[in-house]
């Protein structure tokens, strides 16, 4: 079996590269939109600064 076989075509190299681009643009979205305003409320909660 030629060493060839093994490297993936040009198309699928860039449909696993555009799967790559979309997932980190998904998780720096939700990180930004979800994870820092939890962060920071928890922080608050901890300092005690937060009336809720």
């Not at 075509?9 to 994870?35: D, G, M, P, T």
Request: charged share 15%; glycine share 2%.
């Amino acid at each position: 079996m030629p060493i060839r076989m093994n490297i993936p075509s040009l198309q699928e190299r860039r449909k696993a590269y555009r799967l790559i681009f979309y997932n980190v643009i998904c998780i720096s979205v939700w990180f930004r939109c979800w994870y820092q305003p939890y962060l920071a409320k928890t922080s608050l909660l901890k300092s005690g600064n937060l009336n809720v």
